[in-house]
């Protein structure tokens, strides 16, 4: 049988101290990175658990504040689209009343057509989507909620032809734009009249169908091309001028209701943050490594690499005659 030399077996020695070394110097370089021990089972022995835990609740926390933000910025932008609705119609209702009471026809004629930029306007802050989602479409958030507002100025034009007297048109325009069945739900807007998201706001809102109602019937009370009976019949605009104010002022609490979900949602993520803070500080300080500390470890251990390869590379060259040298 031969027996190794016993140089042979130093040196085999060393090797595994070697491996031994580079394993430890690249688990102590990624601890000074991260500055958390690498092997938590080992670190942390019957501790695991209780890590583990503290890790979930950090990251629970993470999915619900992402979760959170997204809600607000839909609530944000729904917020900005009432506010761009509000902000646009508001004085039209004065202008019309001032020409009216003057009968500046030409000042009528103003109103009217802002009636009209202003009805455009509201259409398109109502089309507002979030990612590829409709935010005034209620359920059916695939679908732009509103067309052209030409399509519903014809049919109020043609609602206020068909209509005999004012009361007559007043009626026939509470059934288009307050029932089910009225063509404001059946033929202009496209969504749906309920929403699973408490947050959102539909097109079939009474505070924003009040308002689109009003700028309609200012918007086709245009001297220059007013149906006729709304030229024998002034009192039919000062009601829309009326009936803008008062669909501002409820737009005005829909706006404030949605603040106070915004005001809601600011203080749960506050909490969020206490709560992150807590979890986290539990969590490092079962898991988190002094990066100094091993930083410091890490030049120890090369400076042990260096000797052993230096330590190894004399044996390999040791002989007798080296040595009787």
Known sequence: MRIPPPNSLISAQFTQNIVDLRQSIARTAQEATTGRYS???????????????????????????????????????????????????????????????????????????????????????????????????????????????DALLDDIRQLATNSADQAAFEAALDVYFNTPAGGWQQSIYAGTSTASDPDSVTGANPALTAVIASLAVLAISDPASRPALIEDNPGITSVAAQNLASGLTSLTNLRSDRGVVQGQLTVQRESLDIEETIFTSAFNALTARDQYEAASALKDLEASLEASYLLTSRLSSLSLLNYLR
């Open 39 to 149: 092997d938590l089972t080992s670190h942390l022995s019957g501790r695991i658990g209780t890590a583990m835990l503290s890790q979930k609740a950090v990251d629970d926390i993470a999915f619900q504040r992402e979760q959170l933000g997204q809600r607000e910025a839909r609530l944000d932008l729904v917020q900005r689209s009432l506010t761009r609705v509000h902000d646009r119609a508001q004085g039209i209702d004065v202008s019309m009343q001032q020409a009216l009471g003057t009968g500046n026809l030409a000042n009528q004629g103003l109103a009217a057509r802002d009636a009209k930029a202003a009805l455009g306007d509201a259409f398109a802050a109502l089309n507002v989507r979030f990612g590829d989602r409709f935010l005034f479409s209620g359920d059916a958030t695939a679908t732009q909620p509103l067309p052209s507002p």
